[in-house]
Nanobody, 123 residues
Framework: QVQLVESGGGLVQTGGSLRLSCAAS????????MGWFRQGPGKEREFVAA????????YYADSVKGRFTISRDNAKNTVYLQMNSLEPDDTAVYSC????????????????WGQGTQVTVSS
């Protein structure tokens, strides 16, 4: 079993940065890929980024590529999402996910979800 708790959300101006963290509990954390999804107001949930169990492979949505960076520290059971050059369209609830044996880009392929943290980007 894995439990995920996100932190680091908040209000930021256009062009600013935020760093989200996701603390995981569970003995098998190091074996799982991890990722982030987001859901903006009136929008469908969308894939943001994912990272494999070792951190050696990362995957990004085209909309965040070059601005966001996903990383993980298995010793701290934590995955991060560094978000730079934020735009109003990045406003959303960001949710951490864990364990996926299929398509990283599909939300229903992820087994564990955090509660989410709100990110608001003002123009």
């Amino acid at each position: 079993q894995v439990q995920l708790v996100e932190s680091g959300g908040g209000l930021v101006q256009t062009g600013g940065s935020l760093r989200l963290s996701c603390a995981a509990s569970g003995r098998t954390f190091n074996r799982y890929p991890m990722g982030w999804f987001r859901q903006g107001p009136g929008k469908e949930r969308e894939f943001v980024a994912a990272i494999n169990w070792s951190g050696g492979s990362t995957y990004y949505a085209d909309s965040v590529k070059g601005r966001f960076t996903i990383s993980r520290d298995n010793a701290k059971n934590t995955v991060y999402l560094q978000m730079n050059s934020l735009e109003p369209d990045d406003t959303a609830v960001y949710s951490c996910v864990a364990r996926n044996f299929g398509d990283y880009y599909r939300p229903n392929e992820w087994d564990f979800w955090g509660q989410g943290t709100q990110v608001t980007v003002s123009s």
